[in-house]
């Protein structure tokens, strides 16, 4: 089976996406990856409103996207496509596109369901989540069954080689120094700032924070919280070689139903013990207590990272089966070549034919 790998990345991240979703390609399967996001800046169509405007003002941009992706399936010969990372894709463009098993992986849920999710299922025949969690009343998965998608698959976000020191192994992760006691490398998110700021409070210089803030968002944050700190950014290397002098790294979701951001993944790959947030719902990815620790409040995370700070055996034993964990079902390529069977049991569930 062919499949086009749809996504939009840019720069080095784009090549290194290119790469490897190749490299996910096997005896069964051919992955082709096509990056949608080199015609058109996704700001153009974030969310399912925003795409429609501009489908109907038949946006020349827009318009070589989709004569490109229709040559690209064509060219490839594509029995399916993946696609993912905002999607550009109108659905009344998408129902003249016959003969190709359509998939959506949906990203940024729960807190994007309604905004490019939901408004797409129609256009697809079957529906992929990073998210388990959704809300108090029922999990992603029954949501999109609730919304009359059949073929509804939760697949992990997974880490990519290029996102941890893939020269390093079990029997070594741990062997180099990690003169970092705490880290956290995440974007400007408003409702994660309070936390970050009372955390670098708490462990001042044992705490390593970084992100991708703009000068807007530093001196917001630091008007707000009262100068907690500079948050600059780094480079995709850059932040595996922090992650590998990390001790412990916490992690923080969307809200307590969004597990399964890249952090989730990164962390463990890297060597590092993870501390998360929705602890109701980490056992559906890593073991609490054995691969992973989860916190409910402010209070039981300090207190977390300030007992593995001083317990290292117990610090490294979580992390190293975080490790084994990520690295048997967690990396990208794992993941991907699964996704492939799960499009064939989805074809078969809806006696799809072309």
């Not at 998965?141 to 609730?146: A, F, I, L, S």
């Not at 309070?194 to 807007?216: D, I, P, W, Y």
């Not at 919280?225 to 480079?235: A, K, L, N, Q």
């Not at 719902?281 to 700070?309: C, D, H, M, N, T």
Request: proline share 5%.
């Amino acid at each position: 089976m062919r499949i086009v790998y749809s996504f939009n990345k840019s720069g080095y991240e784009a090549e290194c996406w290119e790469r490897e979703i190749r490299g996910a390609s096997d005896g069964d399967n051919t992955f082709v990856p096509f990056n949608h996001g080199a015609y058109l800046d996704p700001v153009n169509y974030i969310d399912a409103v925003t795409l429609d405007r501009l489908y109907q003002s038949r946006h020349s941009a827009l318009h070589e996207l989709y004569m490109s992706f229709q040559a690209c399936l064509k060219e490839n010969k594509a029995d399916a496509v993946i696609v993912t990372n905002a999607p550009p894709y109108h659905p009344d463009f998408l129902r003249n596109i016959s003969g190709v098993y359509k998939v959506l992986y949906s990203g940024d849920d729960p807190g994007a369901t309604y905004m490019r999710n939901i408004p797409y299922l129609h256009a697809y025949q079957h529906v992929m989540y990073m998210a388990p969690g959704y809300s108090p009343d029922m999990d992603l998965g029954e949501k999109m069954r609730y919304c009359g998608m059949i073929n509804a698959d939760w697949v992990p976000i997974s880490v990519f080689d290029f996102e941890y020191d893939s020269a390093k192994t079990f029997n070594d992760i741990l062997d180099h120094p990690r003169d970092i006691d705490v880290i956290y490398v995440g974007g400007f998110f408003r409702q994660k700032l309070e936390l970050l700021a009372r955390l670098k409070k708490v462990f001042g210089s044992h705490l390593c924070m970084h992100g991708f803030f703009q000068t807007k968002h530093n001196i917001y944050y630091n008007i707000k919280y009262g100068f907690p700190g500079w948050m600059r950014p780094v480079s995709y290397q850059q932040r595996v070689d922090l992650y590998q002098r990390a001790k412990i790294g916490f992690n923080i979701h969307w809200n307590e139903h969004g597990l399964g951001n890249q952090r989730l993944y990164h962390l463990p790959a890297n060597g590092v013990m993870q501390i998360s947030d929705c602890p109701d719902l980490i056992g559906r990815v890593f073991e609490p207590g054995v691969e992973i620790e989860g916190y409910a409040s402010e209070r039981e995370l300090i207190e977390k990272l300030e007992y593995y700070l001083g317990n290292d055996e117990k610090r490294e034993n979580l992390a190293l089966n975080g490790y084994k964990k990520v690295m048997q079902r967690y990396r990208f390529e794992t993941v991907t070549k699964g996704v492939g069977d799960l499009i064939k049991i989805g074809m078969q569930r809806i006696n799809w034919s072309t």
